[in-house]
Structure formats: structure tokens, C-alpha cells
């Protein structure tokens, strides 16, 4: 519904792979490809904030009935 979030969240993701996998801005940026490993943590934490989040909302809804 919302296309300039979706764009955003997009191009934000493109910049976070173009940072960690085109080798000249892995130089400019002294970044490094991160393993499958640490995707997972990334990932993780990612899933964890929805999720903490969400449950906050719930909360939130709740207490003010």
C-alpha cells in the first residue's frame, strides 16, 4: 500500500548489499561480506524487534480498553 516505504526499505537493502559485496565501496567503507552465520544473527535480532514490537502494540491495545 505504502510505495515510498516499500522503495525505501528497498534501496536501503540494495545499499546494505552493495556495501558488503561490490568491492570497490567494501574498500572505500573497509566493510567485509558477512558469512551465513551472521546473516542468521542479523536476521535474528531483525525478527526478534518485530516480534518485540508487535507485542508492544498488543500491549498497548489492551491497556487502553
Known amino acids: 500500500d505504502n510505495w515510498y516505504l516499500t ?3 528497498l534501496f536501503g537493502w540494495i545499499m546494505l548489499f552493495c556495501a558488503l559485496y561490490v568491492p ?3 574498500s572505500l567503507l573497509h566493510t567485509v561480506p558477512l558469512t551465513f552465520d551472521a546473516w542468521l544473527i542479523v536476521i535474528g535480532f531483525g525478527l526478534l524487534n518485530i516480534i518485540f514490537i508487535e507485542l508492544l502494540k498488543t500491549a498497548m491495545v ?3 480498553r
Open 62 to 64: 489492551r491497556y487502553q
Open 7 to 9: 522503495s525505501a526499505l
Open 24 to 26: 570497490p565501496l567494501q
